[in-house]
């Protein structure tokens, strides 16, 4: 079976630090892979989505960035964190073709401080 | 799908007894509907999914949903709730051309003893 894990679950970080939050799915292979977010009171909000190596779409204008360095690896990064930063970020995946069902990982808390 | 409306932001009710969440979206083409669930602190759980065939849909959890063309609504049911379905509940939809999902802002459930 499928399974999707990303870490790590809780940080807080200082204004204008890096951020890398990583994320890797099991028992699949090219799937497509999603960063979503959500404020505190807000719904979801895609960030960014690839569907493959390398491939990445960024949604919004922001200083976070993307990549896929491995075919079942997804990270979200940022050079300098932002008080706007703070939020639950999940990562994601779905089957290409499978019908658009997408699987959510445990999410990550982010508190920029 | 252009647009997903929730359109109730919290839906109180007393344990045991049922709930409608509500949920309708603006497209003119075909879609794929779904309802997700997220526990406090959590990813996004999975709970049902209309992708063709009968247009009701069960679910995980005793929950259960009914796509209506005509109306394009896709309201998700339970005729018995439990304190343990306290949660947030999430419906999206997308374009079975387009692997994008456009969510709903997102439902509360509270239950109340």
């Known amino acids: 079976s499928q399974t999707i894990h990303q870490w790590p679950a809780t940080l807080v970080q200082p204004v204008g630090s890096p951020l890398s939050l990583e994320c890797t799915v099991e028992?699949?292979?090219?799937?497509?892979l999603y960063w979503y977010r959500q404020a505190a009171g807000r719904g979801l909000q895609l960030l960014f989505y690839?569907?493959?190596?390398?491939?990445i779409s960024s949604e919004v204008p922001q200083n976070l960035s993307a990549s896929r360095p491995q075919d079942r690896q997804f990270i979200l990064s940022s050079k300098k964190l932002l008080l706007s930063d703070s939020g639950f970020y999940l990562c994601?995946?779905?089957?290409?073709?499978?019908?658009?069902?997408?699987?959510f990982g445990e999410g990550s808390w982010l508190t920029v401080v | 799908a252009q647009s997903v409306t929730q359109l109730d932001s919290q839906v109180p009710v007393f344990e045991e007894a049922p709930v409608e969440l509500r949920c309708n979206y603006s497209?003119?083409?075909?879609?794929?509907l779904f309802w997700y669930v997220q526990y406090p602190n959590q990813g996004l759980q999975l709970l049902l999914k209309?992708?063709?065939?009968s247009t009701l849909v069960k679910g995980i959890n005793g929950f259960e949903a009914e796509f209506n063309k005509s109306q394009t609504s896709f309201h998700l049911r339970k005729p018995s709730v439990h304190i343990s379905d306290t949660a947030e509940y999430f419906c999206?939809?997308?374009?079975?051309?387009?692997?994008?999902?456009?969510w709903g802002a997102g439902t509360k459930l509270i239950i109340k003893p």
């Open positions: 690839s569907v493959g190596i390398g491939q």
């Open positions: 999206a939809v997308s374009e079975t051309s387009n692997y994008q999902l456009i």
């Open positions: 028992g699949t292979s090219n799937p497509n």
């Open positions: 497209s003119s083409v075909s879609v794929y």
């Open positions: 994601a995946w779905s089957v290409q073709g499978g019908g658009n069902t997408i699987y």
């Open positions: 209309y992708l063709s065939g």
